[in-house]
C-alpha cells in the first residue's frame, strides 16, 4: 500500500443507496479511481472498513433518520478533514422530508402498527442540520459527472465547482419545447438547479425538481407562473416539496 | 452455555442490516436478521398525492430496483385508473426489467458475492489478481446500465416511463447501439458463467425450501402475470394476484416483534432461485445449458445456489432482450405515448419480478387520482422469515465451528439472497427486549 494515496470514505445513513450506486456505476472509472485513491471504508462494496483511520475525503449519502445515523455522522465528521454531502436527502432531506409538519412517531404507527412505537425513528434531517458540511454534490441521484468532477477538484485542492443556473437555461439551449408555459404542465426547471441538461424535459416529462433548488430561486414569480397556469398554491407548495423543504435562497458565502 | 454470534453491520449488501444468532451448547436459541433503516414511510407520504407524482417518489424506495420500482408503481396506477397501455409500451417495459436485471445481478456476483468465495474484502482487493473478472463483472454491469438509460433516460430512477406509455421512445441509432452491445453481452455472459463455474463450492445448508415466483412460463416475463406461483415438494399453488395478501400474510413472531411474510404457516424464497423453480420451462437453450455447466438442480434445497440462478438469468435476460431490440427496430414505436388521463376512484394492484424477488403495489385513487392508501411490499421483506430459516439451519449444522467461520458462512447465506435493505420498507424489526446482549 502506498501511504501517500488519499483516503477515501464513502458512507450511507438513510436512504435508498442510489448515489453509492452511481459511484460504483462509474464502470469504465473504477478501477482507475482506485489507482489514485485509497477507499478505506465503504460498506455498500467492502468488508471490513477500518473505523478509526484519518479520511482525506468523506462521501455521505441520505438523511439523517435514526439516532444511529446521527452517531455515525458525528464520528465521521471527526474522522474526514473535507465532508461532501451527496445527493438531495443528505443536501436537504430528500423524499422522506416532503411532508412539512407531519406527526412523525403517529406516521410511523400508520405505516408499521403499534410496534412502530419503539423504533428506533426521526424525521428526516439533512446533513448540515447535524454537522458541518465542507461541500455539496447535488441530484437524486448524483450525477456521474459531477461526482467524478469533485473527486478530481477535490485530489487537486479546488472546491467542486456547480451551475449556478436553473435547469430551465439547459432546457432552452437543448431547444426542447417547453412543457410549463407552452402546455401547463407542472415543471419544476425554473426554481431547480442544472447541471443534468434537463435530462425529464429533453424526455418530454416535467422536472419534479430532484437536484433541489438553484442558489436564488425566485419563489414568487415561480408562483405566478403556476397560478396563472390553473395550479393552486396550495398545489405548488405540495408539489415542490417533493424533495425536501421549499426553495428558498441560499445565504450568501455558503459552499456551492 | 450460550453463545452469541453477530454481525454487526452487514457489508456489500444494499442498505443497514445485522445479523444476531444465539446457541445454546449446540442448540440453536434464536436467529434474528436485524434491519437498522431509518423508516422513510414514502407509502404513508405519498397520499393525496396525485397520479403522475407517484412513481418517480416510490422509485426511490431503492435505487438498485429503481426501474423495477418505478414500473410496478405505474402498473398498478394504470390498473386503478383503467388505463391500457400499448403492446410496444410494454416491450420497451420488459427491455427495462431485463436491463435491470442484468445489471443488478452482474453487480451482485461480480462485485459483492464473489469477493467472499475467493477470499477478499471487496472487488477492488479481488482485482488485484483478478482483474479480468472484475472488468467482465463491470462490462456486464455496464451493459444493463446501457438498456436502463436509453430505455428509462437514467440508470437509477428512471424518468422516461410514465403513467400510459413513454416520455419519448428510443431512438433507432439508441436501439442498433444496444443490439450491438446486447451481441457482445452474450459472449461475456458465457464467460460469466465458466466464473461462477470456477468458485469453490458454498454448501452450509440443506432444507426443502418453498419458492413463489410470478408466473409467466412461456416467457419467463417479470411483469403481466395474472398469478402467484407457491411451490413446495413438487406441490404448487396458484394466488391470483389481487389476493396478494394471502401470500404477504404478515405476522407479528414472538421473537422479534417483527413482521414476517409466511404462507401456510411457512417462510418462502423470492428472486432468482424461485423464479427458475416455477417458470424454468421459458429457459432458452443457452440458459440450460449454463444451468447444466453450474451443476445447478431443481429444486434447490441451497440458497447459495441463487447465485448460480442469477447466473442463468443474465445469459437469459440478455438473449431475450436481444430478441426484444431486434422486433423493436422494425416496430413503429410511436403508440407508446401517453393518452391524456382521466381520473377517477378506484383500486389497483400490480405485482412483478424485481431482481431480488416478487415486488407488490397497491394502491387506492380518490375520484380526484389522487392517492387514498399505498401498500408495497418488497422481496427482501418477503425473504427475512426464509433467510432466518436458512440461518438457522445452517447453524444446526455448523454449531461445531468456532465464531469466525459461522460468521462467514451467515454473511454468505445473507448475500446470496442479496438483500435490499433499503426496499424492505415494512420491515424494521426491534430486538427482544429480554434478549439484548
Ligand atoms: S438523494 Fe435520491 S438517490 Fe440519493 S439516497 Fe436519497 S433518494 Fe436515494
Ligand atoms: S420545460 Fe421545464 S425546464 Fe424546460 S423551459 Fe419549460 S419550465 Fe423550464
Ligand atoms: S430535469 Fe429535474 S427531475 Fe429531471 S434529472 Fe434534472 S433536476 Fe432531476
Known sequence: ?256 | MTRTIRVEHLARVEGHGGITVTLDGERVESVHFDVIEGARLLERLVRSRRYDEIAPIVSRICAICSAAHSLTSLQATEAALGIEVSPTTRLLRDLMLRGENIESHALHIFLLAAPDYLDYPSAIAMAGRHRDAVALGLRLKRLGNMIQEVLGGRAIHPVNAVVGGFGHPPSTEELVALEDALESGVSDALTATEFVASLPTADFCDTETTFAALETPERYGYADGKHITVRRSGTAQRIPIADYRSLTNERVVPHSHAKHSLYDEQPFMVGALARLAVNGGGLTEAARSVMRTLELQLPSRNPMDNNKAQTVELILDIELALGIVRRLLSTDLHDTAPAPIVPRAGTGTAVTEAPRGLLVHSYTYDADGRIARADVITPTAMNAASLEHHFQDAVTRGAALDDAALRKRLEMIARAYDPCISCSVHLIRRRFEGRRP
Open chain 1, 1 to 256: 500500500m502506498q501511504a501517500t494515496k488519499p483516503t477515501v470514505g464513502i458512507f450511507g445513513l438513510t436512504g435508498c443507496a442510489g448515489d453509492q450506486l452511481v459511484i460504483l456505476n462509474c464502470e469504465d472509472e473504477l478501477l482507475s479511481l482506485v489507482d489514485v485513491v485509497d477507499i478505506r471504508d465503504f460498506l455498500m462494496a467492502a468488508s471490513g472498513g477500518d473505523e478509526f483511520s484519518t479520511l482525506d475525503i468523506a462521501f455521505v449519502e441520505g438523511a439523517v433518520m435514526t439516532r444511529r445515523d446521527e452517531e455515525k455522522l458525528q464520528r465521521i465528521r471527526r474522522r474526514a478533514k473535507a465532508l461532501v454531502a451527496i445527493g438531495t436527502c443528505a443536501l436537504q432531506g430528500g423524499v422522506p422530508a416532503m411532508a412539512d409538519g407531519l406527526d412523525w412517531p403517529s406516521a410511523v404507527r400508520d405505516v408499521y402498527g403499534p410496534e412502530g412505537d419503539g423504533f428506533d425513528a426521526l424525521p428526516a434531517r439533512a446533513l448540515h442540520e447535524c454537522v458541518e458540511v465542507d461541500f455539496s454534490l447535488p441530484g437524486c441521484p448524483i450525477e456521474k459527472h459531477e461526482f467524478l468532477g469533485a473527486v478530481a477538484d477535490l485530489l487537486n485542492g479546488n472546491p467542486p465547482q456547480l451551475p449556478t443556473y436553473a435547469v430551465c437555461t439547459e432546457c432552452k439551449m437543448r431547444e426542447c419545447d417547453c412543457l410549463l408555459v407552452d402546455q401547463g404542465r407542472f415543471c419544476h426547471g425554473p426554481l431547480t438547479r442544472a447541471g443534468c441538461r434537463a435530462r425529464c424535459p429533453s424526455y418530454a416529462v416535467p422536472c419534479v425538481g430532484c437536484r433541489g433548488p438553484v442558489p436564488d430561486p425566485n419563489l414568487g414569480s415561480a408562483m405566478d407562473v403556476y397560478t396563472s397556469k390553473g395550479w393552486s398554491p396550495e398545489e405548488v407548495v405540495q408539489r415542490l416539496r417533493t424533495f425536501g423543504p421549499l426553495p428558498t435562497p441560499v445565504p450568501a458565502g455558503e459552499a456551492a
